[in-house]
């Protein structure tokens, strides 16, 4: 059976196309930039990119090309095999706590979370909406970030604004990366072998978040209302004081809008190091002694720590700390800092193994809480939830 994870942007469309229930990748592609005449569009055939530039002007275009492309490179023989699609959604509000077959009643309550998400919502909506006219017999699901996070408590969610904010527009915490930290904690429950331990899920990407997992279940994240909130990124800048907002838009004479732009894009390892959203560039120009780049690097470790103590409280204990992401599966630096600003709660890596990649043990034999590189796979949990659902 063929299912198609997608991921739509607003000027992109990422896919991965799967053989399940293996849970085997056939392929994978992206469209960039929609709307231009130099879109491109790329589609690995036999583990090679093949890359192509051409006129994409929407979304709709960009999916006839998907399809397109996978039957010129004899991916599939015909249209008909594709059994399933399966569509990321950031935003599921409290409407969502489970994935969903999407049916126009479903496309409309989607729309109507827009507010809660305007960067995010209209364009997977487009992809849907894209999908669903080229293969309209096909199953479609929707897969939401926020699902894994509605298991939280009110404690966790709700801010301490006036409850009216929250009655009148939803004003809380939702959580984002869901599928990551639900596919990540499923994991670590296995290698465990026990479905009730506690889990925390750093997952550390150029957007970054980390997530308290108490037998399976989500109990806290640190996103919020939007993926601003939690710890500094490549670019976004985490918790602040609200406040700033006020003082940089009088000072800089700018909206609301644009101070929010700037803590969203020109923020986070960006904003303090002066430098660059990658934590390569960051590692590298700490060990050439650059002051900013450093001290980058040791805001977001302390914020790190400060949600790994946080949780280990309100979990009342801690069994595994897993590793995803860009940098959580690929920066050893960054693993080891962050373990070293935990080391009271008796946790301790094996150098060795941490400096190796792939799913793995890194913590010492006398740890007292087992520390794991756990890759992330969003498209396969999104597979799984068509599989489920169909
Ligand atoms: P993601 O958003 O999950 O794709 O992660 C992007 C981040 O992962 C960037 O900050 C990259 O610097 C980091 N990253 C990706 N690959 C590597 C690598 N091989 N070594 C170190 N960092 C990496």
């Not at 992109?12 to 053989?19: A, C, E, M, N, P």
């Not at 920066?331 to 080391?343: C, M, S």
């Not at 400096?355 to 396969?380: A, C, D, M, Y």
Request: glycine content about 8%; overall charge negative.
């Amino acid at each position: 059976m063929k299912i198609i994870a997608v991921n739509a942007g607003s000027s992109s469309l990422k896919f991965q196309l799967l053989t399940m229930p293996e849970e085997h990748e056939i392929t994978s592609g992206l469209v960039e930039r929609i709307g231009y005449d130099n879109a491109v569009f790329t589609i690995k055939v036999n583990g090679e990119k093949i890359k192509k530039e051409q006129s994409i002007l929407n979304h709709k275009t960009a999916v006839e090309l998907v399809v397109k492309g996978l039957l010129e490179n004899k991916i599939i023989d015909s249209i008909e095999e594709i059994n399933g699609v399966g569509h990321r959604v950031v935003q599921g509000g409290e409407i969502f706590k489970d994935s969903v077959i999407i049916t126009d009643d479903v496309i409309k309550d989607i729309i109507s979370l827009n507010d809660l998400a305007p960067l995010h919502n209209p364009a997977n909506i487009t992809g849907i909406k894209a999908f669903r006219e080229l293969l309209p017999n096909v199953i479609q699901v929707a897969v939401f970030d926020t699902t894994f996070h509605q298991t939280m408590k009110e404690d966790a969610f709700l801010y301490a604004t006036p409850y009216e904010w929250y009655q009148k527009y939803g004003v809380r915490k939702y959580g984002f990366h869901g599928t990551s930290h639900q596919y990540v904690s499923e994991r670590a429950l296995e290698l465990l072998d026990n479905p009730k331990a506690k889990i925390i899920v750093a997952h550390l990407g150029n957007g970054a978040s980390l997530c308290a997992v108490d037998a399976g279940k989500s109990v806290d994240t640190s996103m919020g209302l939007t993926p601003l909130e939690g710890i500094p990124m490549g670019t976004r800048s985490g918790n602040i004081d609200p406040s700033v907002l006020m003082l940089v838009s009088q000072k800089e004479d700018k909206t609301y809008g644009e101070v929010l732009n700037d803590l969203n894009k020109h923020s986070g390892y960006l904003g303090v190091s002066g430098i660059s959203n990658d934590s390569r560039d960051i590692v590298d120009n700490m060990h050439k002694g650059h002051h900013r780049a450093t001290l980058a690097h040791k805001v977001q470790i302390k914020r790190i720590a400060d949600y790994i103590g946080s949780y280990y409280v309100y979990m009342g204990g801690l069994d595994a700390i897993c590793f995803t992401a860009g940098i959580g599966e690929n920066a050893p630096e960054i693993r080891q800092d962050v373990i070293e600003a935990v080391k009271v709660l008796g946790v301790e890596l094996d150098p060795v193994e941490n400096q190796k990649r792939g799913e793995h043990l890194i913590s010492s034999k006398q740890s007292k809480i087992k520390v794991f590189i756990i890759p992330t796979n969003e498209e396969v949990m999104i597979a799984r939830e068509v599989m489920r659902l169909k």
